[in-house]
């Protein structure tokens, strides 16, 4: 597998006064420490500004252990306390006033998609990299190029429901874009469909819509190449044929309202256009 190229960035999480990189010097603010003493109105208190952070203070910061995996099975992780604060989830167990602590258990949690959250933490990306002037991803030796499996969609799904846990908004919405980049099978898709309405909440519609849009638009014809798990997966997942059968009716209800409104003519044909079940004539 070709090794991501490693570079620093700043998070996305990170709020904009925080830098990682480069020793230039902070524009300075008019009533910054630098400014004379004695020309402030002494009524007028500045808000303190953050120190700002550098590389080499992540570096400095302590090593935080995670252990992910059940217990029989776990694999340690190490990582720089400030890095992992950039998430509300870590830091919160972290930094408890009740149980500080160094070690993070995270035994439901997939180790992959862990270790691209690190990964993100300190470097910005994932492998494998979104390439945006191109809107691929970048290209892995290791696996083919069509997914007739799922595990390349599986494998940006966890990052995705990992990302939400961890309260990373902006990780999880790069997972998403990647998603959608995959090429991929039927089969592929209804295990990545499987995945999907059996990890994210119903309400998390920003990535059980485009699931339930996408086997609307194609079921007529994948549900054949699925053998019967598609027909499996509609009685595992009673949501997730709802969700298909409701897109298909409200693409049925467009093309109904743009067939009427096309036939259309003057007024007496307006006022004429409605359901067309009539009672017959005695």
Not at 158 to 186: D, F, Q
Request: proline fraction near 6%; charge should be negative.
């Amino acid at each position: 597998m070709a090794e991501p190229e490693v570079r620093i960035s700043i998070q996305p999480e990170e709020s904009q006064d925080v830098e990682m990189v480069g020793d230039g010097a902070e524009a300075e603010d008019a009533g910054g420490a630098d400014a004379p003493a004695g020309d402030e109105d002494d009524t007028v208190q500045e808000t303190p500004q953050k120190p700002r952070l550098t590389f080499v203070d992540y570096l400095k910061s302590p090593i935080i252990t995670l252990t992910v995996g059940p217990p029989a099975s776990s694999t340690s992780l190490s990582a720089h306390q400030l890095l992992l604060e950039h998430s509300p989830f870590l830091a919160s167990a972290i930094t408890s006033p009740t149980t500080p602590t160094s070690t993070i258990s995270l035994p439901d949690d997939d180790l992959a998609a862990t270790s691209a959250v690190l990964e993100y933490l300190y470097t910005g990306e994932y492998f494998p990299h979104k390439l945006a002037t191109r809107g691929v991803l970048q290209a892995d030796p290791s696996i083919p190029e069509m997914d007739t499996t799922g595990d390349q969609l599986l494998k940006h799904a966890r990052v995705y429901t990992l990302a939400e846990k961890l309260g990373m908004p902006a990780l999880r919405t790069l997972a998403l874009s990647k998603i959608h980049l995959v090429n991929s099978t039927a089969v592929a898709e209804l295990a990545y469909a499987r995945y999907v309405y059996s990890h994210t909440d119903r309400q998390d519609t920003t990535i059980r819509k485009p699931v339930a849009s996408f086997w609307g638009q194609r079921s007529h014809v994948l549900r054949h190449e699925t053998e019967g798990s598609f027909r499996g997966m509609c009685l595992e997942f009673p949501e997730f044929a709802f969700d298909v059968l409701s897109f298909v009716l409200d693409a049925e209800e467009k093309r109904e309202e743009r067939k009427r409104k096309s036939t259309a003519g003057d007024g007496d044909a307006v006022a004429g256009s409605g359901s067309t079940r009539k009672r017959g004539r005695i």
